[in-house]
């Protein structure tokens, strides 16, 4: 069946179904927006008015342009009126059998050649379109808050959704001047499941009380180039919705415990601090200032014999190189090792600084990974428990005198950036390999979706698969946790590469 679209109706007139009806209504399509409560559509419509006046007095659009939009829009109380719709998208409440008898409804309202889709974020398209007669042109359309600025849809196949459908829906997702990824229905569809890790890893060192949430956050914007670090974030989602999720994710995947929810966020939600709507979350939004890092170290004096050298094979890390201003006459083979007189610099790869003092016999320093080491003001680090204060002190110096200021974290394996890059990566390449997505749309989603500076495939391949698979056997061998475990198609990946066929 070919669907050809002209006419688009958006049930629920909420946050969502005001955004997307605007969306359509702008991209050219006759619009009729519907709400259950009477006034509801008029005043989501009047609200997006007020939107658009604003814009038009900003030079941003004009007039004619904003008078045509608003007249494209329809606003109804009663369901009949969305029967002559092309495509009908759903953004009403969050619960299974309320979607599913307003699909009923609309299978007996709307032609045959309608293509039918929901908004759901959390809930199984298959599950939904299990009440149609003819599921195979139900799809999922997830638009993302606020719509008219998100650039991503991901596109939700069912069981049954015919390709046609999910064709239909892609192309008139890209209509509508967005990026469209197709995913299977499956929990969390790309980025609400991919991006689980960025918060739980966060969590994680928080609870371990490596380094406090202002910490956490400054090394993943700065070191990472992220908008925004995962505590900011939350408080922005809201803690409630966030832990919402999570839950919904982990409880889907029948209590896989990598999706495990945080207690901390738990609590957070049960204290009723959801972040930046209640006016406390992880962060106090009255005004009153953050408490100073406690992991930031004091200026050091370089020690008076000081002694620099790279050795072992650096070629993954070419920014940091580039710091040093040492000589590029390293040997290529071997780990990454800077030598600060005695004591070994080396970029973390999930073991500890202590482990690998007590392997190498010798001080250790291993320090986080930045996506620039050139551009980022500060670089974390974590001193082997074998050093003395006066080796660490050396190791902070030099970094100082290369501009940087140093936050000092306990010996925590994979620290802080690298640990969460290393995650998503296992995360993304773990639904591709469910056939959740493909490896392309997975990078689109991410960095549309939520504004993650690379796609976790193509960090992957710039940081290398064998480094990341190394990473997760050691966080998988020092906790002994599933949470860490690689994903089949990371150890594929690595094998392809080790035989030139990649
Ligand atoms: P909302 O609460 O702002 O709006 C829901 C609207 O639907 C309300 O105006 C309500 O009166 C109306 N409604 C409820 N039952 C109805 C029915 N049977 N028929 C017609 N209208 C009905 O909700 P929001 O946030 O817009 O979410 C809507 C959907 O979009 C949900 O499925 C949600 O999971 C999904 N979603 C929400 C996102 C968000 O950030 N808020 C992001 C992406 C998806």
Request: proline share 4%.
């Amino acid at each position: 069946m070919e669907f050809v679209i002209k006419t688009v109706a958006v049930i629920g007139a909420g946050t969502m179904g005001a955004g997307i009806a605007q969306v359509a209504a702008q991209s050219g399509y006759q619009v009729v927006l519907f709400d259950l409560e009477q006034g509801k559509a008029e005043q989501a419509k009047s609200i997006i008015a007020e939107r658009l006046e604003k814009r038009v007095a900003n030079g941003k659009m004009s007039l004619i342009a904003k008078d045509t939009l608003l007249d494209a829009m329809y606003c109804s109380d009663a369901l009949q009126d969305v029967a002559g719709a092309d495509l009908v998208i759903e953004a009403i409440v969050e619960d299974l059998a309320i979607k599913q008898s307003l699909f009923r409804d609309l299978e007996s309202i709307c032609r045959e050649d309608c293509l039918l889709s929901t908004n759901t974020s959390s809930i199984s398209v298959t599950s939904i379109a299990s009440a149609l007669a003819k599921p195979e042109r139900f799809v999922g359309l997830h638009f993302f808050n606020p719509a008219p600025l998100m650039k991503l849809v991901e596109v939700v196949r069912g069981i049954a959704t015919s390709p046609t459908a999910t064709e239909a829906a892609k192309a008139w997702s890209e209509s509508c001047g967005k990026h469209a990824v197709i995913t299977r229905s499956l929990p969390g569809f790309i980025v609400n499941r991919v991006a689980r890790p960025f918060y739980a890893e966060g969590l994680r060192a928080l609870e371990c009380g490596v380094a406090d949430v202002q910490d956490i956050d400054q090394i993943i914007t700065q070191a990472g180039q992220f908008n925004m670090g995962p505590f900011e974030l939350m408080d922005l989602i809201g803690h409630d919705v966030n832990y919402a999720v999570t839950k919904s994710v982990y409880d889907a995947y029948y209590q896989d415990k990598r999706f495990t929810p945080s207690l901390t966020q738990k609590e957070l939600v049960e204290a009723g601090f959801l972040g930046r709507k209640s006016g406390r979350g992880f962060y106090c939004y009255d005004g009153s200032t953050d408490k100073p890092s406690v992991n930031l170290a004091q200026k050091y004096v370089l020690p008076e014999r000081l002694s620099v050298s790279l050795l072992g094979d650096w070629s993954g890390v070419p920014s940091f190189v580039e710091l040093t201003q040492l000589p590029n006459s390293y040997s290529n083979e071997g780990a990454p090792q800077l030598c600060v007189n005695d004591i070994i610099v080396t970029p973390t790869q999930g073991v500890t600084a202590s482990e690998l003092s007590e392997q190498l016999q010798s001080p250790v320093v291993v320090f986080d990974y930045c996506q620039d080491y050139g551009a980022s003001d500060i670089i974390a680090i974590a001193p082997a428990l074998q050093n003395n204060a006066n080796q660490t002190e050396a190791v902070i110096a030099y970094f100082q005198s290369k501009g940087k200021q140093v936050l000092v974290l306990d010996d925590y394996p994979g620290l802080i950036l690298w640990r969460t890059w290393v995650m998503l990566i296992n995360e993304a390449l773990d639904l591709v390999n469910q056939q959740g997505a493909s490896l392309a749309d997975v990078d689109v989603a991410m960095k549309s979706g939520v504004n993650y500076p690379l796609g976790p495939i193509e960090q992957g391949e710039r940081l290398g698969w064998q480094r990341v698979l190394d990473t997760l056997t050691h966080l998988q061998s020092f906790y002994c946790e599933e949470r860490y475990r690689p994903s089949p198609l990371l150890r594929q990946f690595t094998i392809k590469v080790k035989g030139g066929a990649a």
